[in-house]
């Protein structure tokens, strides 16, 4: 599959990650403070899960080009199989697995989103809750195979991200206990 060696496409397939993982904590986030019962008051809710669904189809859009973009080049050795089968690539195998395995949940996310109305509510919500496993994957993807992983501006998107999400998941926690 490696149809270029151009440097935009390596531009392309870090920047599509990054961003892909920016979207998807800002989603998680979304997420996690919709679970309160006013979680926005000057905004009607109908307007903010527009917004977290419209978020997951970005993060979505910006994980296949990131996908698309890496196939492509003929810098990395990653073939069609060991992109779609976690844990099979030469480069990083155990940091590109949990990648593939992340998009692979999160594909398996979208579809039972699609047919939230016909899925009973308690499967739907269950299931809803591997987002945290995506993430905490897409994390870890990120922390080990990413090429920018030790520069001091993608240690603090982590460690942010990090930070912010477990913050919130705490808050969580606590409300749904003083409930």
Same mark, same amino acid.
């Given at each position: ?6 440097? !935009? ?9 990054? +961003?892909?993982?920016?979207?998807? =904590?800002? #989603? ?18 109908? +307007? #903010?899960?527009? #917004? ?5 189809? @970005?993060?979505?859009?910006?994980? &296949? ?21 976690? %844990? ?12 593939? *395995?992340?998009?692979?949940? @999160?594909? &398996? ?22 987002? %945290? ?5 897409? +994390?870890?993807?990120? @922390? ?9 501006? *993608?240690?603090? !998107?982590? =460690?942010? &991200?990090?930070? #912010?999400?477990?913050? *919130?998941?705490?808050?969580? *926690? ?6």
């Amino acid at each position: 599959m490696h149809l270029t060696s151009s440097p !935009v496409d390596w531009y392309a397939a870090r920047a599509a990650g990054i +961003t892909a993982y920016l979207l998807l =904590s800002g #989603v998680v986030l979304l997420g996690l403070t919709m679970a309160a019962k006013k979680p926005f008051a000057r905004w009607p809710r109908f +307007t #903010v899960e527009d #917004v977290h669904r419209f978020g997951g189809l @970005l993060v979505g859009s910006f994980v &296949a080009i990131h996908v698309v973009t890496v196939a492509i080049d003929s810098w990395l050795p990653f073939s069609l199989q060991s992109i779609i089968v976690p %844990f099979i690539s030469r480069y990083r195998p155990i940091w590109v697995g949990l990648g593939i *395995a992340a998009a692979e949940l @999160l594909v &398996a996310l979208a579809v039972t989103n699609h047919y939230r109305r016909r899925l009973p509510y308690t499967f739907w919500r269950r299931a809803h809750y591997l987002n %945290f496993a995506v993430w905490s994957a897409a +994390t870890v993807h990120g @922390l080990g195979s990413g090429t920018d992983r030790s520069a001091p501006w *993608a240690l603090g !998107v982590y =460690s942010a &991200a990090v930070a #912010v999400v477990s913050a *919130a998941i705490v808050w969580r *926690a606590a409300r749904g206990r003083l409930r």
